[in-house]
């Protein structure tokens, strides 16, 4: 459903090729989610079966193979509606970590130590990342401001929960 629904939000924008497409993910997302090159091909396959999505022309540089344009069709952003709100309708919130916190108690005090510093480590990275892509900003694109924002105040709360739990 994740590669559906970023497909799909992309197509929302405007038409893109399947390129256009894993580059958009990669300068949003970054390493926040990670959507192999075949998959996307795949979900613009699948979505072009159903009807969702449509070839509306191609483009060729020289050199390179013969790309396909993507455009989004009622239906597409009619199905693309209904996963978002699929998604917002889950009845529970959860992030990859928290599947090792449940067995967190059974690793070595040492373990805990390591994994504690190595998380807060990463956490500022990501923190500093991020706040340097929120200076630079775009205007053009405000879902991307959404997500960095979501993204930085996620991370300042994990910061939070880690330094509490190093402290006690």
């Given at each position: 459903?994740?590669i559906?629904?970023?497909?799909?939000?992309?197509?929302?924008?405007?038409?893109?090729?399947?390129?256009?497409?894993?580059?958009?993910?990669?300068?949003?997302?970054?390493?926040?989610?990670d959507?192999?090159?075949?998959?996307?091909?795949?979900?613009?396959?699948?979505?072009?079966?159903?009807?969702?999505?449509?070839?509306?022309?191609?483009?060729?540089?020289?050199g390179?193979?013969?790309?396909?344009?993507?455009?989004?069709?009622?239906?597409?952003?009619?199905?693309?509606?209904?996963?978002?709100?699929?998604?917002?309708?889950?009845?529970?919130?959860?992030?990859?970590v928290?599947i090792?916190?449940?067995?967190?108690?059974?690793?070595?005090?040492e373990?805990?130590?390591?994994?504690?510093?190595?998380?807060?480590?990463?956490?500022?990275?990501?923190?500093?990342?991020?706040?340097?892509?929120?200076?630079?900003?775009?205007?053009?694109d405000?879902?991307?401001?959404?997500?960095?924002?979501?993204l930085?105040?996620?991370?300042k709360?994990?910061?939070?929960?880690?330094?509490?739990?190093?402290?006690?």
């Amino acid at each position: 459903m994740k590669i559906e629904i970023t497909i799909l939000g992309l197509l929302m924008e405007g038409n893109l090729y399947g390129y256009e497409i894993k580059k958009k993910i990669v300068e949003r997302l970054e390493d926040y989610v990670d959507i192999k090159f075949g998959s996307i091909y795949y979900a613009i396959k699948k979505s072009v079966d159903n009807g969702w999505v449509k070839r509306v022309g191609t483009e060729k540089e020289s050199g390179n193979p013969e790309r396909y344009v993507y455009e989004i069709l009622p239906a597409g952003k009619k199905h693309y509606k209904k996963l978002l709100k699929q998604y917002f309708d889950t009845n529970f919130i959860h992030f990859d970590v928290d599947i090792v916190l449940m067995f967190f108690d059974f690793l070595s005090d040492e373990q805990k130590e390591q994994f504690l510093e190595e998380r807060t480590s990463l956490i500022k990275e990501k923190l500093e990342s991020i706040r340097e892509k929120i200076e630079k900003g775009s205007d053009a694109d405000a879902s991307y401001r959404h997500i960095l924002g979501y993204l930085e105040h996620h991370l300042k709360a994990e910061m939070n929960w880690l330094k509490s739990m190093k402290s006690g």
